[in-house]
C-alpha cells in the first residue's frame, strides 16, 4: 500500500545492480511512493548487472559513475538536476565492497593496498559524494542523504574483516557532515545499521548463512529484510523525519539490543557435545 509520501520528490540512488540489493527494493518503493529517481553505478556494473530492468520498471534514468571519482559524481549530479528538473531530496549511498574479504585475507594479515580500495569504496565515497553534492549546491533544503552500514562498525563479528573498519569511518562521516549540512541547508545526513540481508555483496562475507541465522535467532522481531529496509528509507526520505540527522538508526528486529535471547541459548547448548570430551572430563580438541 503506497502512502504518497514522496509525491514530488527527486532522488538519487547508489549501488543497485540487480533484484537482491537492497538498493533496487528502495529504488522500487521510492517510486510507488511518488518519487522521481536517477539510478547510478559503475559503467562496469551496469554492464553486468539488470540496473536496465530496474530502469524500465521505475521509468527512472541511468546515469553511470563511480562513486570513488570526484569527476564522475560531479557529472552525476548535474546531469541528474537536468533529468529531474530540479535540485535533488534524497539520495541513497548503497556502495560497498572489501577486495581483502574476496580474496580472503585475514583482519591479521590484510594487505594495505586493498585497505585503501575497502576504505574509498565503502565510506570514503560518501564523504566524496555529500561534499560533491554541497558545492554544487545540489540537494534541496530539508533534503534527506542516507548510507548503508552495519552493527560490525562498533562490535567485532568474525569474518567481517576491514569492512568494520570501513563502517565506522561511514557512520563518522554522517555525523561530521550532519552538522554542517544541517546547519547550513537543513540537510539530513544519517545511515541506517540494517540486519544481515542476502545479497550479492553480503554473500561474499565469510561465514554469512551463520551470521544470518544467529542474528535472526538473537532478534526479539527476526531479522529485517531488504524490503522492509526499504520501507524505513521511505520514512527517512519522507517530511516525516526532518529533524532526524547524525543518527545511527538500527533496522535489526532489536538485535543491537540483544546479550542472549532463548533461541540463541537453546541453539548455543546443542554445541556442548559430550563426545568431545575424556572419561576425566577433559575436552580433546584433535
Not at 59 to 73: E, F, G, Q
Not at 86 to 114: E, P, Q, W
Request: aromatic share 10%; hydrophobic share 40%.
Amino acid at each position: 500500500m503506497a502512502y504518497n509520501l514522496l509525491k514530488g520528490k527527486k532522488g538519487i540512488i547508489f549501488g543497485a545492480l540487480n533484484d537482491q540489493s537492497i538498493a533496487w527494493k528502495v529504488a522500487e518503493k521510492a517510486v510507488e511512493e511518488g518519487a522521481q529517481i536517477v539510478l547510478t553505478n559503475t559503467e562496469v556494473a551496469c554492464r553486468m548487472g539488470t540496473i536496465d530492468e530496474l530502469a524500465k520498471k521505475t521509468n527512472a534514468t541511468i546515469i553511470p559513475a563511480d562513486a570513488t571519482s570526484v569527476a564522475d559524481l560531479e557529472n552525476l549530479f548535474v546531469k541528474a538536476q537536468e533529468a529531474l528538473g530540479g535540485k535533488i531530496d534524497f539520495v541513497l549511498h548503497s556502495c560497498a565492497m572489501s577486495v581483502n574479504m574476496r580474496k580472503k585475507r585475514t583482519y591479521d594479515d590484510l594487505d594495505y593496498g586493498f585497505l585503501d580500495k575497502t576504505l574509498d569504496i565503502s565510506a570514503i565515497s560518501f564523504h566524496k559524494m555529500i561534499q560533491v553534492a554541497k558545492k554544487l549546491d545540489a540537494i534541496a533544503d530539508y533534503g534527506s542523504i542516507l548510507a548503508l552500514t552495519y552493527v560490525a562498525s562498533h562490535r567485532t563479528f568474525f569474518g567481517y574483516n576491514d569492512m568494520a573498519d570501513a563502517k565506522a569511518l561511514l557512520e563518522s562521516i554522517a555525523r561530521s557532515f550532519g552538522y554542517i549540512y544541517g546547519r547550513e541547508k537543513n540537510v539530513r545526513v544519517n545511515t541506517i545499521s540494517q540486519s544481515p540481508t542476502p545479497t550479492t555483496a553480503g554473500g561474499g562475507i565469510k561465514g554469512f548463512d551463520g551470521m544470518l541465522d544467529y542474528a535472526d535467532r538473537m532478534s526479539p522481531l527476526g531479522n529485517a529484510s531488504a524490503d522492509e529496509c526499504a520501507d524505513y528509507c521511505v520514512v527517512m526520505f519522507s517530511d516525516l523525519t526532518r529533524k532526524v540527522t547524525m543518527q545511527t538508526l538500527f533496522h535489526d528486529g532489536g538485535f543491537s539490543s540483544m546479550g542472549m535471547s532463548l533461541r540463541g541459548m537453546t541453539q548455543y547448548e546443542k554445541s556442548f557435545v559430550e563426545e568431545n570430551k575424556d572419561e576425566n572430563g577433559k575436552i580433546i580438541y584433535g
